[in-house]
């Protein structure tokens, strides 16, 4: 599985600094949701959402940032 970041107006995924991509597979994968959201905090992104593509089934499922909480890996 590859943790990306979508652009919610246009459906393009973060390839890299003002780079944009249709293909999930050139995207670049955070690896960690908690490294996704600290990348959208940091740069202040807005219209964004994690998206998670799943290698074997060719899928990609959406989550709005503000829905995840980095909660979850706090002591």
């Known amino acids: 599985m590859k ?3 979508r652009r919610i107006s246009t459906g393009l995924y973060f390839q890299g600094p003002d780079l944009w991509t249709s293909d999930p597979a050139k995207a670049k994968d955070f690896k960690m949701i908690d ?10 992104l807005k219209d964004v959402e994690v ?4 290698r074997n089934h060719n899928t990609v499922k959406t989550v709005p940032a503000e829905k995840i909480s980095l909660k979850y890996s706090e002591p």
């Open 3 to 5: 943790t990306l970041l």
């Open 35 to 44: 490294r996704a959201l600290e990348f959208i905090q940091k740069w202040g």
């Open 51 to 54: 998206a998670f593509a799943f």
